[in-house]
């Protein structure tokens, strides 16, 4: 009989270790299996034939979620729902409002953080949050384990500093803390498509101020993080320190253009032109900043985003 | 899902054995690992109702459940899937009791072509089960998962809203999983258990140690009771010649005597474009003059297969026989794909052509069924009117049932109005 073969043949390891999985990793032309939902449309299409699977699903120190000294500590085969859904994962607020943007519910049910992280698309959510929060990635090879600043590990589209050898473990991300307020949006042509422009902030409100700081997606070849405090400042000063929703946010269009004409270095693709990104960015940008801000004056309350 | 501590590892062109959970049925598949949940499920388990269309997880045609959360089967290999519990649109619902998910579909014309139908049940199962307070107005975007070509959302939405409304306390969960053997419909190109029936098939009078039959709820279950003119005497005579007994089965033939009481035939069914074509071998259990038990099992060539257990029995009645017959028939593959109602009604009437053949054959007279192929098209003309009689029945009782209800609920004062 036919058989419908997708993918080109591969083999097949499930490694019970870290350590096993490292071994398998040091193989010519082996790739890591965890959630598959961006690697197996890769592989349907054959735009790669890896000949060699390393399903690392089977480790059970890649399934954890931790939380310690601030951080919580996302394993390598942690699902996005359960993630989404995970007590312990509240006190990333940020994660919580980005998680239902990642595809569908039936694409978070095997989707993994990191899996995503790793994959680095530069229209995917995770990417952004990672870099807004500037989580730590776990990178495990045969040298031992690097830990690496999200500043310093997205190369490009599909890119990062992971070596083929070399397995991302854990990300760890920095829990939130009083005076912190978060905002995420995005726009895709359809709930659950990847985007065509997206907006991750974070402001921090302390006595001595307000600090804000944006990480952008599908605008780049990866996700970009500026440094937006200014920007909010100089809107402050319009709108007076507690301002309406919808003030603060015309007030922070003013300088929305300039963010999004820094930010969006695409040249455009058949999706959307580069000027219509740039549109998206903007209004992106002054209202989850806006939306950010206020929630930042609240007292900050763990799984309440 | 609990994946066992164990290195596994096959090469690109090995097959590996997976077990796994299907519709509440252990299953065990040896398949390359290339091979999708979707393609296992569809060519090794011949559980079709997971539909296949974009293959890289766009569409959600393929969705089915993963120890209880919705997910594309098109983005798993099979092999990952070890202990894993699956739950496929076959085990949703059964044919005469369905899912209230599949009620409301139904009901609010929800379906359309079908084909996307198994994604958004499987897929609405799944956001009901998690957030049955799931409000109306995030219906859209929570069921944006799965495609529907023909734009029929307005409809499916409506469906899934009024059940999410009727259960906000709890979904009934699959009503269709149960302990049941799932036979592969393809033994994977040319595995080597493929290999090995082929064999053994072909070794003359070879048969093995017992049919045995699979566990759990039948297919189909068929008890008819057909009159003959026939006397006891001649019946006892038909039923203990096998040989003379087969031909007065429709599409049937005993090709080879094994001895032992086992036998070897062949029965030929068309219905319209579907042609099956059964090898297989029999087992007489008990053959008295009144009474006849048997086992049967045939693959069809295009890869489903059947076992049956038959009881008939004759007793006298008036001047003739009432002959009687229970069958408890397991279907797999794209036989069982007929639903089960349809498939029921066909070998009710291949009995009743059978007990025609049998008061002929009792007389002394040629069967005269088993020379053509199955009268398959009389067989399901005779079968769909039947059904298109019995709805004509319901729908006319629903009426005057309707009818009754509307005169009891008008009040004298609206009557005035």
């Not at chain 1, 270095?265 to 960015?281: E, V």
């Not at chain 2, 009901?128 to 109306?136: I, M």
């Not at chain 2, 049937?252 to 032992?260: I, P, R, S, V, Y």
């Not at chain 2, 038959?310 to 229970?326: K, Q």
């Amino acid at each position: 009989m036919n058989q419908p073969w997708k993918p080109a043949p591969f083999a097949y390891v499930r490694p019970g270790t870290t350590e096993d999985a490292l071994t398998e990793l040091a193989r010519d032309g082996a790739k890591v299996l965890a959630g598959g939902q961006s690697l197996v449309p890769v592989l349907a299409m054959r735009l790669g034939r890896p000949s060699m699977l390393v399903d690392i699903n089977a480790v059970p120190e890649l399934r954890q979620i931790s939380r310690s000294n601030g951080h919580l500590g996302v394993g390598a085969t942690v699902r996005q729902r359960q993630v989404q859904y995970d007590d312990a994962a509240a006190a990333v607020p940020l994660l919580r409002l980005a998680l239902p943007w990642v595809g569908h519910r039936e694409i978070r049910s095997r989707g993994t953080v990191c899996g995503s992280i790793a994959h680095a698309d530069p229209s995917a959510e995770l990417p952004a949050v990672a870099s807004c929060l500037d989580a730590t990635m776990v990178v495990a090879g045969a040298e031992g384990v690097r830990e690496i600043p999200a500043a310093e590990f997205f190369t490009g589209a599909m890119s990062t500093v992971i070596l083929p050898e070399e397995l991302l473990t854990e990300v760890r991300f920095p829990v939130a803390e009083e005076g912190d307020g978060f905002g995420f949006g995005e726009i895709a042509r359809r709930h659950g498509d990847f985007a065509l422009a997206g907006a991750a902030v974070r402001v921090r409100t302390t006595s001595a101020g307000s600090r804000a700081r944006i990480s952008c997606f599908g605008i780049s070849d990866h996700p970009v993080t500026r440094d937006v405090t200014e920007q909010l400042r100089s809107a402050l000063d319009a709108t007076g320190t507690d301002p309406d929703e919808s003030d603060l946010r015309r007030a922070l269009a003013d300088h929305a253009d300039g963010i999004a004409d820094d930010v969006v270095d695409t040249g455009g693709d058949a999706h959307a032109s580069a000027a219509y990104r740039r549109q998206l960015i903007a209004g992106l940008v002054s209202r989850q900043v806006a939306r950010a801000y206020l929630k930042s004056l609240r007292p900050h309350r763990e799984g309440k985003p | 899902m609990s994946l066992p501590y164990a290195y596994a590892r096959t090469e690109a062109d090995d097959t590996v054995d997976v077990t796994m959970t299907v519709n509440g049925s252990e299953v065990t598949l040896s398949l390359p690992a290339r091979i999708t949940l979707s393609d296992a499920l569809r060519d090794h388990l011949g559980l079709t109702g997971t539909h296949v269309g974009c293959e890289h997880g766009i569409c959600g045609m393929c969705t089915i459940l993963v120890d209880g959360q919705a997910s594309r089967a098109c983005l798993l290999f099979a092999v990952q899937l070890e202990g894993a519990e699956i739950t496929t649109v076959e085990g949703l619902g059964r044919q005469d009791d369905l899912h209230p998910l599949q009620e409301s579909f139904s009901k609010h014309h929800a379906l359309q072509c079908g084909f996307c139908t198994p994604g958004f049940l499987m897929s609405s199962y799944d956001l009901l089960t998690h957030e049955p307070d799931v409000a109306t107005e995030d219906l859209p975007e929570e069921l944006s998962g799965v495609l529907c070509r023909c734009t029929g959302y307005r409809n499916i939405i409506d469906a899934v809203d009024e059940v999410a409304h009727a259960h906000r306390d709890g979904l009934p969960g699959p009503g269709n999983c149960a302990q049941r053997t799932l036979v592969g419909r393809t033994p994977s190109g040319a595995g080597p258990a493929a290999a090995a029936e082929v064999a053994t098939a072909a070794v003359p009078g070879h048969h093995p140690d017992e049919i045995a039959l699979p566990t759990g709820e039948p297919t189909i279950t068929v008890d008819v009771t057909s009159q003959l003119e026939s006397a006891p005497t001649e019946v006892a005579q038909v039923f203990g010649d096998i040989r003379l007994l087969a031909r007065c089965l429709p599409g049937a033939e005993l090709t080879d005597e094994l001895g032992d009481d086992w036998y070897r035939g062949r029965a030929r069914i068309a219905l319209g474009p579907v042609r099956l074509s059964f090898d297989g071998m029999a087992q007489v259990l008990e053959q008295r003059d009144d009474r006849l038990v048997l086992r049967a099992q045939g693959k069809d060539t295009g890869g489903g297969s059947a076992q049956a257990e038959i009881v008939m029995s004759a007793t006298p009645a008036g001047t003739g026989v009432s002959l009687h017959a229970e069958a408890r028939v397991f279907l797999t593959g794209r036989v069982a794909s007929f639903g089960r109602s349809l498939a029921g009604d066909v070998s009710r009437r291949m009995f009743e052509d059978f007990a025609r053949g049998m008061d002929r054959a009792a007389a002394g007279a040629e069967p005269d069924v088993g020379a053509k192929p199955p009268g398959a098209v009389a067989i399901l003309v005779g079968a769909l009117s039947d059904r298109a009689r019995a709805r004509l029945r319901s729908l006319r009782q629903r009426s005057r049932d309707r009818t009754t209800r509307r005169d009891r609920r008008r009040t004298p004062s609206r009557d005035e109005r």
